[in-house]
């Protein structure tokens, strides 16, 4: 028998799938259409098996979609611009241009060989010129929008990047590629007013939450952090101006005993001149912006600078101490609290330190709170006292009565808030697409005309691999004219944050040739993408970003939808266990002995098998997938990877797991083989398989019980992990009844077809290579990959008996076949006489009999 050579059948295939151009998809109104799209790949190196697992559930997906009659988009492109790729070439001591383009030949390699069902036609890379210009394009007009800014603010710094990062790329305090703590800087930047959709950024979320994972939805919500409290009015008669608090609980503000502001805040900084304080304040700010990033985790201790200067109580005329506190931020609310010490731990916290008046305004029902006897303070809901007109009301209802009662003194107003920033898209790098202004001394910030886009990056640098950018000392890429009077202008440097590129591709593959941004009549057909899969860690970094993208362009005439993503999956890692050598640190598993020694030379130490981790090389638990490929095949590499755990979970990798789906490829391989000269020719129906032997009833009904669970695991569950393990299921009792089955007998010849074909066309989406070969050898002419999926018959799922569990007082005594038809006193009666149940009720009283239908019976005695 011929050996599983899976080499030349996969490259034999994949030849053939792209000569055919098998899966190239075509904009068809007529057909109904499914867009399966995973989140595309930084080229910063070689794929690993992360990327493997993400794209096999993707294509899994996409063939079942196929053969079930869809019309499916299926595309694949590259990351190509951003910190990933430049921070790898540079690293490796390459032009990021060169590392690029060469790392996506390689890896476009990989992704052939692992025979995923791409439309390669449609491929894009985000560092063309040819993509970036209309990125360019809709930045101007966002700018022209009003959704564009420059401004001067504290951003997020990375100075091993050397670079400014949006709130969302910094990760517990550390840059999100570089691991590099981050500081803070007063720079001049580009933004993105995405704070102009919070509110429907929210809102939508409330659809999204049928589709999408609840964490995802979480985390997007905290992060948009919304807000409901008032703006409040307080004199400063220092200086006669009014401050604007903004605060979420208006049913305390008779409680408000001081005032604190943002070091930063404007009338901060004109308190303080007006007291000569404005050395000491300056240097008050100095120390906060080197201990924010512990302020803002809550981890630096409460400090105050007063002002020496008052705020009038809009309500009580009371003076309130107004302090500068280094937990106000300028970025949050207005910049300024009232603060409330009875009821607020923050604030309880700061008046002790500073021995300010501690007010209650809120009491528990049934409680009488002390001022002096409180240890913290207390911050739930409750009966308001010392509130004047207000005494006595629940808490709840007075926070609307105040704000109320605020606004019709023109005291205050009702206000909502996000925690949601503006996007900082401005990078001082040079990978990345030019920012498309220019600055003349004459017209001020002037956008490029349209016609002149791109502005192209120039690719014939000398490259500084220390990362700073080198565009700053181009004079020729500086040095411009403006588009506004066409006098002389310099051209902006900083170049866009990666997530730019990214947050609109998905459209772009839509109509990758199209002249313009987009083909109206391809957007309408393909958009949203019904399916899309990738990491949970762009929850609030490219998803969100997208959807904002999105709503975006639906402003600017572009979408007609309001969100990108129908369905999310957040696939799991890929995790494997780690060995570590006490005197050589992390070894790889080829350099451990079987008994568990360190292999290198000279060092015979007991390894320290350690838990399963995502893999990575510093901690040489990698798994190679060019190695896997070439020891196992591509179809056993995504039989196992979408087998060994559901896809929302993180997949343990397993040696002896890989070799057990080898062993199932090969056992297939030679069953088809061992029957497919003798079925080659012979056709079936389901009509022939009416009269079938009773002894063979039970086969068939299982093989098409076994093609729902298989349909409905892998369309509309996505659990193809359950979906293959039934498959294996059905093999396993389809050999058995094999030994039974006589290949002179003409229907005998027919099930042995249909179960093969069944069984070959159910395993395709996984291993379609295999699949394929299989298909061929049985007679079949046509691709695999464009027949219909099995349909099951629903006359064959009926079963006609069920196994009944037998209980005597709890405990199971017997398992019996019965009839579907058979009544509880029918069963009864047979059961009692059966040898293993009789002896349990021979001279007993039965003074119950419990029955659950199609489950059990249970003898109470």
Not at 315 to 333: H, Q
Not at 491 to 509: C, G, H, L, P, V
Not at 701 to 710: E, Y
Request: aromatic share 12%; hydrophobic share 35%; with cysteine.
């Amino acid at each position: 028998m011929k050996k599983y050579d899976f080499s030349t059948i996969e490259e034999k295939w994949q030849e053939l799938w792209e000569k055919h151009q098998v899966f190239e998809a075509k904009t068809d109104p007529s057909k109904p259409k499914y867009y399966v799209l995973e989140m595309f790949p930084y080229p910063s190196g070689r794929i690993h098996m992360g990327h493997v697992r993400n794209y096999t559930l993707g294509d899994i997906l996409a063939r079942v979609k196929r053969m079930k009659g869809y019309n499916v988009l299926h595309p694949m492109g590259w990351d190509a611009f951003g910190l990933p790729a430049e921070n790898a070439a540079l690293k490796h001591g390459v032009h990021p241009a060169k590392w690029t383009y060469d790392n996506i030949a390689y890896m476009k390699k990989q992704l052939k060989k692992l025979g995923f069902s791409y439309d390669w036609k449609r491929e894009l890379a985000t560092c063309d010129p040819s993509y970036y210009k209309f990125e360019q394009r809709f930045f101007i007009e966002m700018y022209e929008n009003g959704l564009a800014y420059r401004k001067t603010s504290l951003v997020n710094w990375c100075p091993s990047c050397h670079t400014v990062l949006a709130n969302e790329q910094v990760e517990d305090g550390c840059c999100w590629r570089c691991g590099t703590e981050v500081t803070y800087k007063e720079m001049e930047g580009w933004f993105l007013r995405i704070t102009a959709y919070a509110e429907e950024l929210l809102k939508d979320l409330d659809e999204l939450e049928k589709y999408w994972p609840e964490k995802v939805i979480v985390m997007q919500r905290n992060w948009i952090g919304k807000s409901e409290g008032a703006e409040i009015k307080f004199f400063l008669p220092d200086i006669e101006e009014d401050l604007i608090v903004y605060t979420t609980r208006p049913d305390t503000l008779y409680g408000a005993t001081f005032i604190s502001l943002s070091p930063e805040h404007p009338l901060a900084k004109k308190l303080a001149e007006k007291k000569g304080l404005s050395q000491v304040l300056a240097e008050f700010i100095d120390r906060v912006r080197k201990e924010r990033r512990e302020i803002e985790t809550g981890m630096a201790e409460k400090e105050g600078l007063f002002l020496e200067s008052y705020a009038i109580h809009p309500l009580t005329r009371e003076k309130l101490p107004v302090y500068a506190a280094n937990f106000v931020l300028m970025e949050y609310g207005t910049g300024a609290i009232m603060c409330v010490p009875a009821h607020d731990q923050r604030d309880f916290e700061f008046a002790k330190k500073y021995n300010l008046p501690i007010k209650i305004v809120i009491q528990p029902e049934g409680m009488n709170l002390n001022p002096e006897d409180l240890k913290e303070a207390y911050e739930k809901p409750g009966i308001m006292v010392n509130s004047g007109p207000f005494t006595g009301l629940p808490s709840i209802e007075g926070k609307s009565k105040i704000t109320a009662y605020l606004e019709e003194k023109g005291l205050g107003r009702k206000k909502i808030t996000y925690r949601l920033r503006d996007w900082g898209v401005s990078r001082q790098r040079y990978w990345g697409c030019p920012i498309p202004m220019v600055y003349c001394d004459k017209c001020g910030i002037v956008p490029e005309k349209l016609e002149n886009l791109p502005v192209v990056l120039p690719t014939d640098v000398q490259i500084d691999f220390t990362g700073r950018s080198p565009l700053p000392l181009l004079s020729d890429f500086v040095n411009t004219t403006c588009p506004k009077c066409g006098g002389p202008a310099k051209r902006e440097t900083d170049t866009f944050d990666t997530f730019m590129e990214s947050s609109w591709y998905f459209a772009r593959f839509a109509c990758p040739d199209y002249p313009e941004p987009f083909n109206p009549e391809d957007i309408h057909y393909w958009l949203p993408v019904d399916q899309y899969i990738g990491g949970i860690e762009h929850a609030i970094l490219h998803l969100l970003y997208a959807r904002f993208f999105t709503k975006v362009l639906r402003d600017l005439g572009y979408f007609k939808i309001n969100e990108p993503f129908k369905k999310l999956l957040t696939q799991g890692m890929v995790i494997k266990e780690t060995y570590k050598c006490p005197v050589h640190g992390w070894v790889y598993p080829e350099e451990v002995s079987p008994e568990g020694k360190c292999l290198k030379p000279g060092c015979d130490q007991k390894i320290i098998v350690g838990k399963f981790e995502k893999m990575s090389k510093s901690k040489c638990n990698v798994v190679d997938p060019d190695v896997m490929i070439k020891k196992y095949g591509a179809d056993t590499v995504r039989l196992f990877i979408s087998f060994a755990a559901p896809p929302e979970k993180d997949l343990e990798w397993s040696d002896h797991g890989i070799e057990g789906a080898y062993r199932f490829l090969k056992r297939l391989y030679h069953l088809v083989l061992e029957y497919a000269e003798d079925l080659r020719g012979i056709e079936y129906s389901s009509e022939e398989f009416k009269n079938l032997d009773p002894k063979l009833v039970p086969l068939r009904k299982k093989l098409h019980k076994t093609i729902k669970k298989v349909s409905e695991d892998f369309e509309k569950r996505l659990r193809f992990n359950t979906g293959i393990a039934a498959i294996m299921e059905f093999l396993n009792l389809f050999q058995d009844y094999l030994k039974e089955m006589d290949l002179n007998n003409m229907v005998h010849k027919k099930l042995i077809k249909e179960c093969l074909e069944k069984v070959v066309l159910l395993i395709s989406p996984v291993c379609p290579h295999l699949a394929e070969e299989l298909w061929q050898e049985l007679g079949n002419k046509t691709f695999i990959s464009c027949e219909r999926f099995p349909e099951y018959e629903e006359a064959w799922l009926i079963d006609e008996t069920y196994t009944l569990v037998v209980q005597v007082n709890g405990k199971v005594r017997d398992q019996v076949e019965v009839s579907v038809e058979a009544t509880k006193e029918e069963l009864e009666a047979m059961i009692k006489e059966r040898p293993k149940v009789k002896k349990y009720l021979e001279g007993k009283t039965i003074k119950n009999v419990v029955f659950v239908p199609k489950k059990l019976i249970n003898f109470v005695v």
